[in-house]
Each structure stands twice: as C-alpha cells, then as structure tokens.
C-alpha cells in the first residue's frame, strides 16, 4: 500500500463548479497534513496546512479525519486558474520527513 | 517570484558524463532539501541539510552526491547515471528542518539521461 494515495484524476469541472478531493495515508502517526499546488511544469507550492478541527482559506477548506485516515480539500466556486495538480503531503515514517502523494489534476473548463 | 533558484534548467547527459546542478535560496533559510519527482510519480526526498549538516539520506545510490558549503547553496554532483535517473530534480528549502515549517521550491532541473 502506498504512504500516500490520491485518485490521479484528471479532474474536468466548469468554471463555478465545487469539486473535492481525497487522500488517503498509510502511516497513522502522522501528525502534520498539507496540501500543495503544483501548476503544469512549475514547481509546487504550498496551499495550506491541514488542521484537526479543519480549516478554511477563503474558497478552500481542508477537512481530516484521523480515524480514518484520510484528509480532503474542498474547492468552491472553481476558476480557471484553479487548474493544477493537487498534490497531498502527510508526514512519513520519520516526523520530519514530508511524504507526497502522487497528486490529483484539475481542469477547470470554461 | 521564487527565492529559490536552480541551475540549469535543462540537462541532458550521457551515462558517463559528470554534471551538478546547483541550488541558492536567498530567503535566509537554514535548511535545503534534494527531492526526484519522476513521470507519475510522486516527489521523493533525496537529501536534507540542516545548517550546512546533511540530516538525511533516504537511500539514495552513490552516483549522486550532494554538497552543502554554505546555508544558502546547495549542489547535487551526478555521475554514472542511468536513463532511470530521468527526472525533475527539485531544490526546497525551508526556515529550520521541521515539516511545519513550510517549505519553498526552487523551479527544477529537467534531467535526461541518455
């Protein structure tokens, strides 16, 4: 079973559209949870940190649930620019190594 | 505009070639990471420096073999590669080695093994 496990997608939602993505982790010590941003041939970059009790950034929000493993981002009201890959980061086996997940894409149409 | 910068963008090598690629953060940050990400792949931690202290090596084959001379540079020297070894090399860097210290990418190295 992989560390980190994310439908790769892609994603296709016109402008406006709420979509979620989940992602699922292997390693139940974890305790540090984020999602980043990487745009096509760009390097990733970071969105937002991942908080027990979830937690929103404007149209963004984050959700975890440790029982099951398993953290979620929320998109509202997508826009073009939303288009990315969403890459899932847990901590791995060692508290401060960062373990990627393979990344979610998302295509925001018009 | 990143804080961190690597060179070149673009590599391409034969297998018996030596190359480095080179990282600089000028965010006065005092760690700095090595990360692979490969096609489809999900990016994969190669090695750590903590003030100028590699902290870890995750199993990485001799061929490459990094260098930190200072907290604001970072090398990777490469030789003998294989076409696996094909991939975007990214640099990251970050205040101290913690995971909830968020960590800044540099735009990578394209490298091609020939």
């Known amino acids: 079973r992989k560390e980190v496990e994310q439908d790769p997608g892609p994603f296709n939602v016109p402008e406006g559209a709420t979509v979620a993505f989940n992602c699922t982790y292997s390693?139940?010590?974890?305790?540090?949870f984020f999602w980043y941003r990487q745009d096509c041939r760009k390097e990733p970059k970071l969105l937002m940190s991942?908080?027990?009790s979830g937690n929103e950034d404007g149209r963004f929000t984050a959700q975890l649930n440790r029982a099951s493993q398993y953290i979620s981002l929320l998109i509202r009201d997508s826009k073009l620019s939303d288009s990315a890959t969403y890459l899932c980061?847990?901590?791995?086996?060692?508290?401060?190594?960062?373990?990627f997940g393979s990344g979610t894409r998302l295509q925001v149409q018009p | 505009e990143t804080g961190v910068t690597q060179t070149p963008r673009h590599l391409v090598m034969g297998m018996t070639n030596k190359k480095s690629l080179k990282c600089e953060q000028h965010?006065?940050?005092?760690?700095m990471y090595w990360y692979k990400q490969s096609a489809k792949k999900p990016l994969e931690l190669m090695f750590v420096y903590n003030f100028k202290e590699q902290t870890e090596n995750n199993s990485v084959p001799s061929r490459f073999s990094p260098e930190c001379p200072n907290s604001s540079h970072l090398f990777l020297h490469l030789h003998t590669l294989q076409p696996e070894d094909s991939a975007l090399y990214l640099c990251?860097?970050?205040?101290?080695?913690?995971?909830?210290?968020?960590?800044?990418f540099g735009p990578g190295t394209r490298l091609t093994v020939l």
């Open positions: 390693n139940s010590a974890s305790q540090s």
């Open positions: 965010l006065g940050h005092n760690a």
């Open positions: 991942v908080y027990s």
């Open positions: 980061v847990v901590t791995g086996t060692g508290r401060r190594a960062l373990t």
């Open positions: 990251a860097s970050s205040q101290v080695w913690d995971v909830n210290n968020e960590q800044f």
